[in-house]
């Protein structure tokens, strides 16, 4: 008997250590289908955006050679304003709806519908006020820089207002439909629109309000001495109350008709150094319009994704793996940056010397973009759920505005680093003897 129980006994521990360590096995395996959702999903996302940024440097290089360009030079401190102002509005309404997503309120008809209508109507709301401030904010920054800038008229300030709202108004109905849909389509196939919906709206954001502020700007230019676009921006305003009564008459997003205007205001000034430095250095060193956007573009998605995420496993009151993410996104820069430099180099964009050099110090610059971006993102979204506030609403513009001026600074230091230890020529316009 003593035998038998002996048997018994070693064979309940070995039944024990065989169920542990299947048990164990299992969750890794979960644990790990878990984070390579991570790379598998956002991945495509983020080249898709790589992709949009590239044809944003390139328009943006293009528009320096513009007479509308030239002759307004607040254009160009208008474009990182009016860009970051828009693409955080979209990727607040991308993390917004992304967490709404993963609580299953968007699987409910009537409330999805509501949801949907509510904040195409607020994006309308924020777009033209946004859209209002970013111009005033680059006239005002142009003058300030610009030698004899008492000679400024009243219809070239009514010129680039006017410029900004249309362009904003016009690309938030575009992309605010397009992310919504996309979200629910994300959804629907079962992805997690958090590795997703940022990084699409930033790019997308970009290539398409670029695109409106360009042929605005050169369409309202033919017309710049009259009063055509006084009357645009009377139109607009009178247009603000209606969609602002859509939003306040909307119970899902009425409170929201208040909310985070702060960080989003805050972040424009932020922004419009951003732009100072841009509008200084754009035509002093070798491409600095075509690296620019994607330098803190894919900075600001990498960033996005992980503080959309946190948000997410925060109002779900899930744990999130912080340090295995952070270090997935951080690792994940590398195969899409160096996708970007091949593609440059290959089409030879940007009149860059492309040496060991450039590519050096261009990379070096990004990897540090985006390990800060990413603590930024990190460190305020949870202090930002401490103190009560939704970080959905209020991380994105902080965080993208920061990694727009530290990115913009960093690429500039870079390029004077390069250029004055003589170990590459960044400079455009050097005679050569």
């Known amino acids: 008997m003593t035998s038998i129980a002996v048997f018994l006994r070693l064979l309940y521990h070995s039944l024990n250590i065989y169920a542990h360590f299947t048990t164990s096995v299992e969750k890794s395996k979960l644990l790990l289908h878990k984070y390579l959702t991570l790379p598998v999903q ?34 160009f401190i208008l474009i990182p304003i009016l860009l970051n102002l828009k693409g955080n509005l979209e990727m607040n309404l991308a993390a917004r709806f992304s967490t709404s997503a993963n609580l299953g309120d968007l699987d409910h008809g009537p409330t999805c519908r509501s949801l949907v209508i509510g904040n195409l109507a607020l994006l309308q709301v924020q777009a033209l006020v946004a859209g209002a401030l970013a111009g005033v904010a680059a006239f005002v920054l142009g003058l300030i820089n610009k030698p004899g800038g008492n000679s400024v008229t009243y219809f070239e300030s009514m010129y680039m207002i006017s410029s900004s709202m249309i362009s904003a108004a016009f690309s938030g109905a575009i992309l605010g439909a397009f992310m919504c849909g996309l979200i629910l389509l994300c959804r629907k196939l079962k992805v997690d629109p958090d590795n997703v919906a940022c990084p699409m709206a930033s790019a997308s954001g970009d290539i398409v309000t670029l695109l ?57 000034v932020i922004s419009s150094l951003a732009g100072v430095v841009l509008e200084r250095y754009v035509a002093e060193y070798k491409g600095v319009a075509l690296l620019t956007p994607v330098l803190i573009g894919l900075a600001g998605n990498l960033g996005s994704i992980y503080a959309s995420r946190i948000s997410t496993s925060l109002h779900g009151e899930t744990k999130e793996n912080c340090n295995l993410v952070e270090w997935s996104l951080l690792l994940m820069n590398i195969p899409i940056q160096i996708f970007f430099l091949i593609i440059i180099w290959a089409f030879q964009m940007g009149e860059l010397n492309y040496n060991g050099w450039f590519f050096f110090a261009y990379f070096t610059v990004s990897m540090i973009c985006t390990w800060i971006c990413l603590k930024i993102g990190k460190y305020m979204t949870f202090g930002f759920w401490k103190m009560g506030y939704d970080p959905d609403n209020y991380v994105i513009p902080y965080l993208t505005a920061s990694i727009d001026l530290i990115g913009t600074i960093l690429l500039v230091l870079a390029f004077s680093v390069l250029t004055s230890s003589g170990a590459d020529d960044m400079k455009l316009h050097v005679s050569r003897h």
């Open 212 to 268: 409106l502020l360009g042929g605005c700007a050169l369409v309202l230019s033919n017309q710049i001495n009259t009063m055509f676009s006084t009357i645009l921006f009377i139109v607009m305003v009178l247009i603000l109350p209606l969609f602002g009564y859509m939003v306040w008459k909307n119970k899902h997003t009425k409170e929201l008709l208040l909310v985070g205007w702060v960080p989003i205001l805050i972040a424009m």
């Open 42 to 75: 956002a991945l495509p996302s983020l080249i898709i955006s790589v992709i949009g940024l590239i044809m944003a440097g390139v328009l943006m290089d293009k528009y320096k050679t513009w007479d509308m360009f030239i002759k307004t030079p607040e254009l």
